[in-house]
């Protein structure tokens, strides 16, 4: 797994101020790409930041970064437990949440919307994408927004620059460990 992957993918999440972020990767190898998963959390959990493949299929992992205090913090929002209870979830144990997460990504070709609240999106727009089966937004950057659209849209453009500046330290020959946020 490339440092140019990470920092394209998941810089906000590495930079600490989103609580995670997802990606597809393709391996050769699912030993390889299992001793990359180790190596990227040997190097990444003094930052407070972990990797976990939430899934296998057809040569790709779906990668997960994210930080898990932050994660914590969101899933005991209530309004994000009345979600994820609401799907199945015991949203008092983070690392059971994580599991019944995957559980639902095996069960289904395409993404549980509750997927939204393991990577920070508002409960609000988690809720409204539900409802309003993604339709009568206000507006789509990183996810489609339901509620504070201002607010949504300076953080998109946070990220964004975020990103930009973490391929920039990447392309000046930092490396991803130097440059992430504890």
């Not at 391996?27 to 040997?42: F, L, P």
């Amino acid at each position: 797994m490339s440092e140019e992957a990470m920092a394209r993918n998941c810089a906000p999440t590495l930079a600490g101020i989103k609580t995670g972020n997802l990606f597809s990767y393709p391996y050769a190898s699912i030993t390889e790409m299992r001793e990359a998963v180790r190596s990227w959390n040997r190097r990444l959990r003094r930052k407070g930041v972990r990797v976990l493949p939430l899934q296998y299929r057809n040569r790709h992992a779906l990668i997960y970064i994210y930080r898990p205090a932050q994660l914590s913090e969101d899933l005991h929002d209530a309004s994000a437990r009345e979600i994820l209870r609401h799907c199945g979830y015991e949203p008092d144990r983070t690392g059971r949440c994580i599991a019944r997460l995957m559980q639902r990504l095996k069960e289904s070709d395409g993404f549980p919307h509750e997927i939204g609240l393991f990577l920070g999106y508002p409960p609000e727009d988690v809720a409204g994408f539900i409802q309003n089966r993604a339709c009568n937004y206000k507006c789509v950057g990183c996810w489609k927004v339901y509620g504070d659209e201002e607010k949504c849209r300076r953080l998109f453009e946070q990220y964004k620059q975020c990103t930009r500046h973490y391929e920039s330290c990447l392309a000046n020959g930092a490396d991803i460990v130097s440059i992430s946020m504890q």
